[in-house]
């Protein structure tokens, strides 16, 4: 695809002009997740069978309803998703009524939100894993190959490719699943690709997608396997740590270690 500049202002690239792959990593997400509003639901409850109901409408005096609020999700906005596949269904509940339901508004198990949140934890951990040779670790994997129609695959059946590809198509499969899809929009009198959906469980499959296609974003800490983004660019073959790990002095920790085990397989201690 060719640009033609403007030529009273040569000097001046349009955004427009540029190649989506090619725009700066702090924009990029938020630009090609586009900006889809949700529905800010009253409240969210649980009933006794962990079932989650969502309240729409505020009743004021009078009798009259007031209709729920539209709120702009955060473009990272997975991430804390993903940290739901160990949560207390407390915290489900108070995720679920700051950002309403993942496909249907009368009510969903908190169970399904786990099984969802597990999937893209799984997903987020094995991109970033994966970032250099490393091959991502069994439990990611095990996690995605459950929700493939036919079954978990043993990964020693496939190269790095292959099992990037099988991730691919889970994402692909969750984002079929939702629904009012969208690619492309018209900003500024101009065609512009913005893969999303019209409600929650489709917002997340897009941002989880931006995520794992630009994985050298996030890091996965060698101390406490948290996601976070580096200060620094990643170095393949070297841990990552975060802020709280450094804090408590995790790296140091390790180092100590690494260095009596290569002085044992020497045979100095």
């Excluded at 409408?57 to 702009?72: C, H, M």
Aim: proline residues 7%; aromatic residues 8%.
């Amino acid at each position: 695809m060719m640009i033609t500049k403007r030529p009273s202002s040569p000097s001046t690239t349009s955004d427009f002009s540029k190649d989506f792959l090619a725009l700066p990593r702090k924009e990029r997400t938020a630009r090609l997740v586009g900006p889809p509003w949700l529905p800010r639901p009253i409240e969210a409850r649980l009933d006794r069978d962990e079932y989650l109901i969502w309240t729409w409408y505020k009743r004021e005096r009078g009798g009259s309803s007031v209709p729920p609020k539209l709120q702009k999700p955060r473009t990272d906005l997975c991430f804390e998703f993903a940290k739901l596949a160990r949560a207390s269904s407390e915290d489900i509940r108070e995720f679920a009524g700051r950002w309403g339901p993942l496909m249907e508004p009368r009510g969903e198990p908190v169970d399904d939100w786990r099984r969802w949140a597990a999937l893209a934890q799984a997903l987020l951990h094995f991109a970033v894993e994966t970032v250099g040779k490393d091959p991502g670790s069994d439990e990611a994997w095990n996690t995605i190959g459950a929700w493939l129609p036919f079954g978990p695959l043993d990964r020693r059946n496939w190269n790095r490719g292959e099992q990037l590809a099988i991730a691919a198509n889970v994402v692909n499969t969750w984002f079929d699943k939702a629904r009012g899809h969208r690619i492309l929009n018209v900003m500024a009198g101009q065609f512009q690709i913005q893969p999303s959906a019209s409600n929650l469980f489709g917002v997340l499959a897009a941002q989880i997608a931006h995520a794992m296609a630009r994985s050298d974003q996030k890091a996965q800490c060698a101390g406490c396997k948290v996601l976070f983004t580096p200060k620094r660019p990643i170095s393949n073959g070297k841990r990552q740590y975060c802020t709280r790990c450094r804090r408590e002095k995790i790296p140091q920790r390790d180092a100590a270690r690494d260095l009596r085990s290569r002085k044992r397989q020497r045979g100095i201690l």
